[in-house]
């Protein structure tokens, strides 16, 4: 991706005065800045309006929303930013800006595993910005459930962590389910143990999410090794029944405290400081290439001698890079398989194409989960 950035040894200081500045002076030029920022974001909206009205009698707000050409405008960003605010600050800013803009037609529902308080949450709102309205869900399940009825535009569900790997429910919904993927979101993890009290030797019960557990087991062994340790199916969850004893904990994000009233004990808690969390956005279309994306396929296999090597060659041969891959059972038969792959590209980019065409002389049935933007941060 071609960046613009200030070369190095260039800043923008520079230009500034070198006398200290007077301050009723400078508040005055940010004021007018203001004035100005608020214009164009006014003005930025009025023109989204008129996309809508170019796109002609549309039903509702899924109808306006196109991922890919946010994706073009997120990297056009990231493309300008010379600082001194960050990328990921400058992402967020104009993501609320776009969700604030696209609300004006009518607010897109998005599902997720709730209850409020939820990383899954989190998710929606880095993806969605704070204008989606969201639903918060009791599963996985019932969020493919919601978005395949129509009673949800889209849904955001966990898929795998950097530390626990896989989140197989998820991917054993994709067996059945009509449901494309249209985006993905790559959140960092951060737990914290949370009661009412804020005091470590009360704690003689903790609930969290399993996979929550499972990231935090080291710090638990050190700190808690005689709590009982609950699994429940959601952070928030666990939060939600911890504010009702004194003597229980839960491990869950900061935002769950905050919802549930509970005090921090300890924190972050994760046995891994990188520890992150990707998550797919779910739709019910498939839509056009970005220009940088990926591409998730579940293909059921012929049980013969050198079946995997026959599914993997067709990548290779048409250059087309494979980011992961994984089998689970294909719910056909017994000892039936299906492969989860997700390769670099979009499934109308000409090698990924031709791959798919060649892989077709191989496998039973191939199914295109999603083609999607990579997440940008």
Known sequence: MPSRKTPPGKSRESAAPKTPPVLSEVRERIDDIDRQIQALIAERAR?????????????????????????????????????????????????????????????????????????????????????AKGLPLGSIEEVFQEVEAGHADFGVVPVENSGQGTIQSTLDMFLTSSLKICGEVELAVHQYLM????????????????????????????????????????????????????DSAAIAGENAGHVYGL???????????????????????????????????????????????????????????????????????RWQYAFFIDVGGHVQDGPVADALAELGEYATDIKVLGSYPVALL
Not at 76 to 99: C, H, Y
Not at 273 to 296: A, C, I, K, M
């Open 47 to 131: 023109w989204a309006h008129q996309v809508g009205k170019a796109k002609g009698p549309l039903k509702a707000a899924v109808d306006y929303y196109r991922p890919e050409r946010e994706a073009q405008v997120l990297r056009q960003v990231l493309d300008r930013n010379d600082g001194p605010l960050s990328d990921e600050v400058l992402l967020r800013l104009f993501r609320e800006i776009m969700s604030a803009c696209l609300a004006q037609q009518e607010p897109l529902k998005v599902g997720y595993l709730g209850p409020e308080g939820t990383f899954s949450q989190q998710a929606l709102h880095k993806h969605f910005g704070h204008s």
């Open 263 to 333: 005090k921090s004990i300890a924190g972050p808690i994760e046995d891994r400081p990188d520890n992150t969390t990707r998550f797919l956005v779910l739709g019910r279309e498939l839509f056009p290439p970005s220009g940088h994306d990926r591409s998730s396929l579940l293909v059921y296999v012929r049980d013969q001698p050198g079946a995997l090597y026959n599914v993997l060659s067709p990548f290779a041969r048409h250059g087309v890079s494979m980011n992961r891959i994984e089998s689970r059972p294909a719910h056909t038969g």
């Open 195 to 246: 009661s009412r009290t804020g005091r470590l030797e009360d704690i003689e019960r903790v609930y969290s999410h399993p996979m929550s557990l499972a990231q935090s087991k080291a710090w638990l062994r050190q700190h808690l090794p005689r709590a009982e340790k609950i699994a429940v199916s959601s952070n928030a969850e666990a939060a939600r029944r911890a504010r009702n004893a004194d």
